[in-house]
């Protein structure tokens, strides 16, 4: 039973799914790919409005798992966003509601564009002390991590979690993002691949497609790690040390 932990499946909210076709052609997708759940993470910045997040997305994941019930599809979807960090989240009220199924996993992205590589681990830092984990999203993607790789294992040492992208493990976005994709997946840095998907045909979820291009050293075995083992102890809401890095500092 895979779990995609990373997906803008929600119509309506974000730059994913622009309809609840859209949405449902990313279920049927899930479910022939042996996803069976599915954390809804739409993009969320503004941290004033967070009761308006949690309503707008909340109705929509209640209106969807009643529907994929009707249908007869196995596919549950749970809660969750995609948390841009940036200087607001030192003002932010509580962001426990915006974990990973109510865990206390939070996925939190950077901006892609370079940015003050300083700010990287203050933000990290007040989700910590939050009380929560920050799970980086897509650590292969963000231009400042390529120009200074010593911030993924700052990161890593603070005790932070990574989610690979399963396009970019596959290379459809280029040579550079993959091999730091691959070496973090391989190198026990990061746990967790997710589709990241949000549209049926734009960065869709047919996992069994990328997992055909991807290159040899992402083993079978490593693949059920990042898609099952390690998705389900978040969704579980286990330890740190349930990940493969040992015992962490909590
Ligand atoms: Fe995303």
Redesign the pocket.
């Known amino acids: 039973m895979r779990i995609d932990l990373?997906c803008?499946l929600l119509w309506g909210l974000d730059d994913g799914a622009d309809n609840l076709e859209e949405t449902l052609s990313l279920c049927e997708s899930a479910a022939q790919n042996g996803i069976r759940v599915i954390a809804a993470?739409p993009?969320y910045a503004n941290y004033a409005k967070t009761d308006d997040f949690l309503y707008a997305r909340n109705r929509r994941i209640a209106q969807l798992n009643t529907l994929l019930k009707t249908r007869g599809l196995p596919v549950h979807v749970c809660g969750g966003a995609?948390v841009f960090l940036h200087n607001g989240i030192f003002e932010a009220n509580d962001l426990s509601p915006l974990t990973l199924n109510r865990s206390r996993y939070l996925l939190c992205?950077y901006a892609l564009q370079p940015f003050d590589p300083s700010i990287a681990l203050p933000l990290a830092e007040e989700v910590f002390d939050r009380g929560l984990v920050p799970i980086i999203?897509?650590p292969e993607r963000y231009a400042t991590f390529h120009q200074h790789p010593s911030l993924i294992a700052d990161l890593a040492d603070m005790g932070a979690l990574f989610q690979v992208t399963a396009d970019s493990v596959a290379g459809r976005l280029g040579k550079k993002v993959q091999r730091l994709a691959v070496e973090l997946l391989t190198d026990g840095t990061a746990d967790l691949l997710a589709t990241?998907a949000?549209h049926p045909e734009i960065r869709g979820n047919a996992l069994d497609a990328f997992i055909a291009d991807f290159p040899p050293e992402v083993t079978p075995e490593l693949v059920t790690y990042a898609t099952q083992t390690a998705p389900q102890a978040v969704l579980e809401n286990k330890p740190p040390d349930a990940f493969r890095h040992g015992p962490w500092a909590f």
Do not use: I, M
Request: aromatic residues 0%; hydrophobic residues 10%; without cysteine.
């Open positions: 990373h803008h993470t993009h995609e992205e999203a897509h990241d949000h």
